[in-house]
């Protein structure tokens, strides 16, 4: 059964950089052909993709926030990671990793981790 | 870029009837690019439907999807307690608002 969970400071100050790491358990995270994302949700609001990562040099991202944004890939230890720099306020939210499925009938992502509450404050 | 509206955004139903959710799309989609999840409070999300219509493991068959182009619904035949939680809609990077179904 693969699971994900996510790890990282619960609080970063704002301007600095929020670095999100996600652990894969039960795939192979460099031979299993998914993609790897994060999702984030804002308290009391709706989901938003930031973006996914198939490999180092491929990865995607949403558009509002990549020029913010970089993910990466460790195939050593089966993680892939999030780092999101000059963060604000509006960037506290519950953070997800989770595998997403490219295919001919779309993407969906199946599963996902528990969720990280990232707080940006002074 | 595509926008997914859901409707209504609160739904209130007893166990037991049948719930019908909306996720309308700003501009047609393929056929088979929608998913749908549910989340409990808490809790992540679950993917209940991709493909539009294709239960993911484990999901009862009370669950069902439906929809082409613009118009998807996410069918629940009769509800369960446990059913009652947040409802989005997904299509590639773009989540629906959700819709809240309540217990009435």
């Known amino acids: 059964q693969v699971r994900l969970q996510e790890s990282g400071p619960g609080l970063v100050r704002p301007s600095q950089t929020l670095s999100l790491t996600c652990s894969v358990s039960?795939?192979?995270?460099?031979?299993?052909?998914?993609?790897w994302a994060w999702i984030r949700q804002r308290p009391g609001k709706g989901l938003e993709w930031i973006g996914y990562i198939y490999d180092n040099d491929n990865t995607y991202y949403n558009t509002s926030l990549q020029r913010l944004l970089s993910m990466s890939i460790d195939t050593s230890k089966n993680q892939f990671s999030l780092r999101l720099t000059s963060v604000t306020a509006a960037d506290t939210a519950v953070y997800y990793c989770?595998?997403?499925?490219?295919?001919?009938?779309?993407?969906?992502?199946?599963?996902w981790g528990l969720g990280t509450l990232v707080t940006v404050s002074s | 870029e595509i926008v997914l509206t859901q409707s209504p955004g609160t739904l209130s139903l007893s166990p037991g009837e049948r719930a019908a959710l909306s996720c309308r799309a700003s501009?047609?989609?393929?056929?088979?690019?929608l998913a749908w999840y549910q989340q409990k409070p808490g809790q992540a999300p679950r993917l209940l439907i991709y493909?539009?219509?294709v239960r993911a493991t484990g999901i009862p068959e009370r669950f069902s999807g439906s929809g082409s182009g613009t118009d998807f619904t996410l069918t629940i035949s009769r509800l369960e307690p446990e059913d009652f939680a947040v409802y989005f809609c997904q299509q590639s990077g773009t989540f629906g608002q959700g819709t809240r179904l309540e217990i009435k």
């Open positions: 493909g539009a219509s």
């Open positions: 039960g795939d192979s995270i460099s031979s299993s052909g998914y993609y």
């Open positions: 989770a595998r997403a499925v490219n295919s001919g009938s779309g993407t969906w992502f199946d599963p």
């Open positions: 501009q047609s989609l393929s056929s088979t690019y």
